[in-house]
């Protein structure tokens, strides 16, 4: 390995190692503890160290958002039996997508919440932030002619239920049923 692999290496490291310690940081005390100076302390390197790898703190919530879409795509197409009715298959998805907002707060809200950067529906979206997409579409579109219109608007939905119950400001009691609405609505649409 030459000197330029292995200082590359050594580069993709640090910045890994920035974006665990925000990760790490956010669940464990809120995105508002997460800042360049508290990050440059937790992973013992300098300030200077991490504009190197990160414009500003957007940036590594961008980044730390990249690796929850990575996950969250993945999961929801986990969520799906292989032989799920397409109805039971919306509502696995719908299921999973909540679940992944409850389990994990301060990712989600990197990924939705804050500004990061990240662009969707747009040229240049990162193709993991598709795949999650893709993901939701891909049970949203046997009900419907318009899947994007579609998916875009089961997005919305979910994104509404888990932010609205993430803030106590509807009964958590209820997720299940709210589900089952949503599903009718998705499942009937034409």
């Known amino acids: 390995m030459g ?7 050594e ?6 190692r920035i974006i665990v310690a925000a990760r790490m940081l956010a669940e464990r005390d809120g995105w508002a503890s997460v800042t360049v100076r508290r990050l440059a302390q937790e992973i013992e390197y300098s300030q200077p160290v991490l504009y190197a790898h990160f414009e500003n703190r957007d940036a590594i919530v961008g980044a ?3 690796e929850g879409f990575a996950e969250l795509g993945p999961a929801l197409r986990a969520s ?3 032989d799920a009715t397409p109805a039971e298959a919306i509502e696995a998805v719908a299921t999973a997508y909540l679940e992944f907002a409850f389990e994990r707060p301060a990712l989600y809200e990197a990924m939705f919440v804050l500004p990061s950067g990240l662009r ?7 193709q993991v932030l598709r795949d999650g997409f893709g993901a939701m579409m891909a049970v949203v579109e046997p009900f419907c002619a318009d899947p994007e219109i579609a998916t875009e608007s089961f997005w919305a939905a979910l994104h509404g239920l888990a932010e ?8 958590a009691a209820f997720r299940g049923e709210r589900v089952k609405y949503i599903v009718s609505i998705f499942a009937n649409v034409s």
């Open 3 to 9: 000197i330029s692999e292995r200082k590359e290496r």
């Open 11 to 16: 580069r993709a490291e640090r910045e890994q």
């Open 64 to 66: 730390v958002a990249l």
């Open 80 to 82: 799906v039996a292989r």
């Open 120 to 126: 969707f529906a747009k040229s240049d979206t990162p």
């Open 164 to 171: 609205l119950e993430r803030h106590g400001r509807i009964r």
